[in-house]
């Protein structure tokens, strides 16, 4: 259970275009997900949390114009990197609550890397 | 405000060997604590958690931690590395306030389990 997917795990795309990354969780529905994005050989960093059927809450420094979150179903929430530059470049992982876990344990997808050119 | 360390890059270990990865933390209040493992170009797997009661958590792949209320840790443990539990060990700890509880992560550490 509790099983989280991406798509697609990996992109490369010229500079200015948009890309959207998905994020659903397939066996259970779940209000609440995170974005995170990772550089090599660091830690996660939040960008922000996605709520079903309202609108994200973006962590301090994260342009919300240029990464929008949308959660419109239970099941999936889309990431999508606008007017992307080589800086956008890096590991985009997701991850989703379970609805009265009680223990906010986050469970992630597998991570989309992105690679602007 | 809540924090969580992992004082270790890289730990280095023998397959067959007993293997340690150390965390501390800073919590206000009650700790939920976590440890994630990932896998090269890989997200995160969760292992383990301690929300209450015994000390000792049992999780995934025979991998257990150890919570230590006196001392502040969660050491996460394993009596006999393997060379498939090489890959980078992230521990966390619930974040309190805001609408939606956030999880806190350390900087990571890096296991390499040598056959």
């Known amino acids: 259970g509790a099983v989280v997917s991406q798509h697609p795990s990996w992109v490369i795309c010229k500079s200015g275009t948009s890309v959207k990354i998905e994020c659903r969780s397939l066996?259970?529905?779940?209000?609440?997900m995170f974005w995170y994005r990772q550089f090599p050989k660091q830690s996660l960093m939040l960008m922000a949390t996605s709520n079903e059927g309202s609108k994200a809450t973006y962590e301090q420094g994260v342009e919300k114009d240029k990464f929008l979150i949308n959660h419109a179903s239970l099941t999936l929430s889309t990431l999508t990197v606008t007017s992307a530059h080589p800086e956008d470049s890096s590991f985009y992982i997701c991850?989703?609550?379970?609805?009265?876990?009680?223990?906010?344990?986050?469970?992630f997808g597998p991570g989309t890397r992105l690679t602007v050119l | 405000a809540q924090s969580v360390a992992q004082p270790e890059d890289q730990v280095n270990v023998a397959e067959g060997n007993p293997l340690t990865v150390k965390c501390t933390y800073s919590v206000s209040g009650n700790p939920y604590l976590f440890w994630y493992v990932q896998y090269p170009n890989r997200g995160l797997q969760f292992l383990l958690k301690y929300i209450t009661g015994d000390n000792l958590v049992k999780g995934s792949y025979g991998f257990e931690a150890e919570f230590n209320k006196s001392q502040t840790s969660f050491h996460l443990k394993k009596p006999s590395a393997l060379v498939s539990d090489s890959a980078l060990y992230f521990c966390?700890?619930?974040?309190?306030?805001?609408?939606?509880?956030?999880?806190?992560f350390g900087t990571g550490t890096l296991l390499a389990v040598q056959p």
């Open positions: 966390a700890v619930r974040d309190y306030g805001g609408a939606t509880n956030k999880l806190i």
């Open positions: 066996d259970f529905q779940a209000t609440t």
């Open positions: 991850s989703a609550l379970i609805p009265g876990d009680g223990t906010d344990t986050q469970y």
